[in-house]
């Protein structure tokens, strides 16, 4: 083995298709949650690659700084791949030797993995490689999806990305178009657009259920598909035949008792999420789900005015807080379950609490666009409910209209500023506030004139207010273009 310089060897291993090239990065999850989860399918999700969890359970340890446990991991995904795939273990062991290279240089440990750059350097010479280093597989687009869509949603596009290079090669492949699938579906799920006409996930589950008939992960998506499309006697089936094919899969019982609490049954829910939690006690999800579901008996109890009802209401408020408690703690940068822990802690006249927690939320760092926007628009909702100041509220509405991104969160600013503006102005109370909310409204539905004349009435209560003479002279600028 020649004598190579770390220097040297770094700038090849920046060459290989591997986790620690693919730019996934620790401030985007929870390390120790996510181990736990990677632990949770190799155990209960038999259709998946082992492979493929190993690989990233390797480098997931390796965030957590657990670099031994790392290597053992990577073992286990040598081992997998032997049963995997038989006839061809070196194509498919390519991404776990390149963690190889990178876990061994990171540890100082040069010899090793130059070893492992020799493997993937005689791989690609044998099938003739453009590169010395990486090679173009469908194998290891999938597994780069995979790894993209578990880090969470803002690697979803690279996920879809990801899997729809690796089907241009194997359109049958059955773990890449359940990939794609569910990248699609949960790019759906996050950008909220559940609407008949939002569909386009639709066709790829239904074509991963063809492929992947007994998969426990796009069985019961397809059924929440099809019951947010209007289809939900037939999404039912599928929940049912993906219940009796997999009765303790705690995946399966999740999205189960989702379906169902969408459906309007609480209770049945509650059998499937509590079965769930038995299996996998710390899951996030579950808790949030089992959250969702006192809170959506809470309200309903509320709504109907039983006097009679009030010890039982505040135990549901109770169970609501003590499972959104639980998913902040395992999962902490899950932002909605902060959002409705703190509309939670509101409820139960926690007001301190409450808004301390939308305080932290606001605060926390790589927040995406629909994110800021959101938690502004649930603070605003708090401010004016429960806090009654209206001034706050309208700060917080503005707040999050000004972000440019379209999205539903946006809207909801949009509709809570604009009525509470109209409520105020019906009471007399015109302020710079108002008017400068107003005349943002106006830009943004295209009414420029409008908005240089709600500017001007503004900046009249509001002297030298900056962010006014600036959207005054922007848009006297674009009149004149």
């Given at each position: 083995?020649?004598?190579?310089?770390?220097?040297?060897?770094?700038?090849?291993?920046?060459?290989?298709?591997?986790?620690?090239?693919?730019?996934?990065?620790?401030?985007?999850?929870?390390?120790?949650?996510?181990?736990?989860?990677?632990?949770?399918?190799?155990?209960?999700?038999?259709?998946?690659?082992?492979?493929?969890?190993?690989?990233?359970?390797?480098y997931v340890k390796y965030l957590n700084g657990k670099r031994e446990e790392a290597l053992e991991s990577l073992q286990k995904a040598k081992e997998a791949a032997?049963?995997?795939?038989?006839?061809?273990?070196?194509?498919?062991?390519?991404?776990?030797?390149?963690?190889?290279?990178?876990?061994?240089?990171?540890?100082?440990?040069?010899?090793?993995?130059?070893?492992?750059?020799?493997?993937?350097?005689?791989?690609?010479?044998?099938?003739?490689?453009?590169?010395?280093?990486?090679?173009?597989?469908?194998?290891?687009?999938?597994e780069k999806g995979w790894a993209f869509l578990k880090f969470g949603k803002k690697y979803y596009e690279k996920a879809k990305e990801s899997f729809e290079k690796a089907l241009q090669e194997e359109p049958e492949n059955p773990e890449c178009n359940a990939g794609y699938a569910i990248t699609v579906y949960r790019l759906e799920e996050y950008h909220e657009r559940r609407s008949a006409a939002a569909?386009?996930?639709?066709?790829?589950?239904?074509?991963?259920?063809?492929?992947?008939?007994?998969?426990?992960?796009?069985?019961?998506?397809?059924?929440?598909?099809?019951?947010?499309?209007?289809?939900?006697?037939?999404?039912?089936?599928?929940?049912?035949?993906?219940?009796?094919?997999?009765?303790?899969?705690?995946?399966?019982?999740?999205?189960?008792?989702?379906?169902?609490?969408?459906?309007?049954?609480?209770?049945?829910?509650?059998?499937?999420?509590?079965?769930?939690?038995?299996?996998?006690?710390?899951?996030?999800?579950?808790?949030?789900?089992?959250?969702?579901?006192y809170r959506a008996q809470y309200f309903k109890m509320k709504k109907a005015k039983a006097r009679h009802q009030v010890i039982k209401e505040n135990k549901l408020l109770e169970l609501s807080i003590f499972h959104f408690q639980k998913v902040v703690e395992r999962k902490t940068k899950f932002i909605s379950a902060y959002l409705d822990l703190a509309g939670m802690y509101a409820e139960a006249g926690q007001l301190r609490t409450a808004e301390e927690t939308y305080r932290k939320v606001l605060v926390m760092s790589r927040l995406t666009c629909a994110e800021k926007q959101e938690i502004h628009f649930r603070f605003g909702h708090f401010q004016e409910f429960y806090k009654k100041s209206e001034l706050e509220a309208l700060k917080h509405y503005l707040e999050g209209l000004k972000i440019e991104n379209n999205s539903f969160e946006r809207n909801k600013c949009k509709h809570n500023l604009d009525r509470l503006i109209d409520k105020r102005t019906k009471k007399g109370l015109v302020d710079a506030l108002s008017l400068g909310g107003l005349a943002l409204i106006c830009q943004l539905n295209g009414f420029k004139e409008d908005a240089i004349k709600f500017y001007e009435l503004a900046l009249k209560r509001d002297p030298g207010n900056e962010e006014f003479l600036s959207a005054i002279f922007n848009l006297k600028l674009s009149l004149q273009s």
């Open positions: 083995m020649s004598d190579i310089s770390k220097d040297s060897l770094e700038k090849i291993l920046t060459q290989l298709e591997c986790h620690f090239t693919w730019m996934l990065l620790k401030d985007d999850v929870d390390p120790d949650e996510l181990e736990e989860r990677i632990l949770e399918q190799i155990c209960f999700l038999q259709s998946r690659s082992k492979v493929r969890n190993y690989n990233l359970l390797a032997e049963e995997e795939y038989p006839g061809d273990i070196e194509k498919n062991s390519l991404v776990t030797w390149g963690n190889y290279a990178w876990l061994y240089c990171h540890m100082d440990r040069l010899p090793e993995a130059e070893t492992y750059v020799k493997r993937v350097e005689s791989v690609c010479k044998q099938h003739q490689s453009d590169s010395p280093y990486k090679m173009t597989l469908p194998e290891i687009y999938c569909g386009s996930s639709l066709e790829p589950l239904k074509r991963a259920v063809t492929l992947n008939p007994d998969n426990a992960f796009v069985l019961p998506l397809l059924a929440l598909k099809l019951q947010e499309t209007h289809k939900a006697k037939e999404g039912e089936k599928y929940i049912e035949e993906a219940l009796s094919k997999h009765p303790y899969d705690p995946y399966v019982l999740r999205y189960a008792a989702k379906f169902y609490r969408r459906k309007g049954n609480v209770e049945k829910p509650l059998l499937c999420l509590t079965k769930a939690l038995e299996l996998t006690p710390n899951s996030g999800f579950l808790h949030h789900q089992m959250g969702l579901c």
